[in-house]
């Protein structure tokens, strides 16, 4: 069980780390308007580009590059929330964090969980989040269309 928790761990994590990260390539020079609704990675030739409420049909590539970075972003968060969710049912009453005054289902931890630690918590995210917003923000006419996210 050990094992399957740290490979659990292990390929969630491996989403925000660049170990294996291959050489950079020089972005080929394409045209600037070759940015469409269907070459998108993820739209797949049976169905094309999945957007039941059609948010893509009214954005412009840089809109659309914008939707695409914050759904990355999110899909990162939820995959952590889904470890955590686990993570929580596993260490109960056995964590440093809190005195191990945490108890029963996962679904109640929140509500047990004190209010200064939601303050540190909402802070440190605010910074993280400021900070990626002034420094880690690229331009989304300037990412190369073959290099996404």
Known sequence: MKF???ALLATSTSAFNNFFQKAAA???VVPTNTFTIDSL????APTGLFDPLGFAAKADANTLKRYREAEVTHGRVAMLAAIGFLVGEK???SSFLFD???KGPAISHLAQVPTPFWLILVAVIATAEKQRAQIGWVDPAAVPV???G
């Open 41 to 44: 990675p993820g739209a797949i």
């Open 146 to 148: 073959d290099q996404p």
């Open 26 to 28: 020089p972005a080929p």
């Open 4 to 6: 399957a928790t740290f």
């Open 91 to 93: 260490v109960e009453g």
């Open 100 to 102: 191990a005054s945490i």
